[in-house]
């Protein structure tokens, strides 16, 4: 079966302008959370998405955001971006309702802030 | 909230020896724990997990121990091949099933 999809693979952007990622989760998968990684802080949590619906955000400030569609499929956006905003962007989607069981992670999106 | 410490950030074995990394948790409750593998250009793949009624899983050459009271648990990989090479991470999710908890992650370099 198709994996997690993630569009684009990779993007340049410069300072102060807004991103918008995708991620389409396996089928039939109802969970979709995002994840950050860099060198430096490693793989941190933005939010997860279940049935359209937020329900757990992490510590990031109100410029990332996201939604999911009634497909399941999920988009992330960054408004007006800083260079420590460049990094991995994963995400991962999970059949079951709790964060974290068996997540399968898309390649990600390489987000480059100039 | 949850910390997870993982250790070592580097680790260099010989084709065939057996791998170690091990990582502890803060949280008590936490009650499931993953392991994942990253290699170049991909995103993390789950090879194993255990939860914390469980003491040790395997499954073929890798397998976890899981120490409750002392709030550690460890990948252990024997006859480490070269397609081991990868980024491993460890995570910890918390009993209220709403955060995963990744460790810093540990290079493994399996050497022919």
């Known amino acids: 079966k198709a994996g997690v999809t993630q569009t684009p693979r990779y993007l340049i952007k410069t300072r102060g302008q807004q991103v918008t990622l995708s991620c389409s989760p396996i089928?039939?998968?109802?969970?979709v959370s995002w994840y950050q990684q860099t060198p430096g802080q490693g793989l941190q949590f933005l939010f997860e998405y279940f049935s359209e619906t937020q329900r757990n955000k992490g510590n990031f400030p109100g410029r990332f955001s996201g939604r999911q569609f009634s497909n399941s499929r999920s988009e992330m956006n960054v408004s007006t971006l800083e260079l420590g905003d460049s990094a991995l962007y994963l995400c991962?989607?999970?059949?079951?309702?709790?964060?974290?069981?068996?997540?399968?992670f898309g390649s990600g999106t390489r987000l480059t802030v100039v | 909230g949850e910390n997870v410490e993982q250790h070592p950030s580097t680790l260099s074995v010989q084709e065939g020896d057996s791998a170690v990394i091990k990582c502890t948790y803060s949280?008590?409750?936490?009650?499931?724990f993953p392991w994942y593998k990253q290699e170049l250009g991909k995103g993390p793949q789950l090879i194993i997990d255990?939860?914390?009624?469980?003491g040790e899983k395997k499954d073929q050459r890798i397998a976890v121990t899981l120490n409750k009271t002392a709030k550690h648990f460890s990948l252990h990989i024997t006859e480490t091949q070269p397609e081991d090479s990868a980024v491993y991470f460890c995570?910890?999710?918390?009993?209220?099933?709403?955060?995963?908890?990744f460790g810093g992650g540990t290079r493994v370099l399996v050497k022919p």
């Open positions: 991962a989607s999970s059949p079951t309702g709790g964060q974290g069981i068996g997540y399968t």
């Open positions: 949280d008590s409750a936490s009650n499931y």
């Open positions: 255990i939860r914390s009624n469980v």
């Open positions: 089928s039939g998968h109802r969970s």
């Open positions: 995570a910890a999710l918390d009993a209220a099933g709403n955060k995963l908890t």
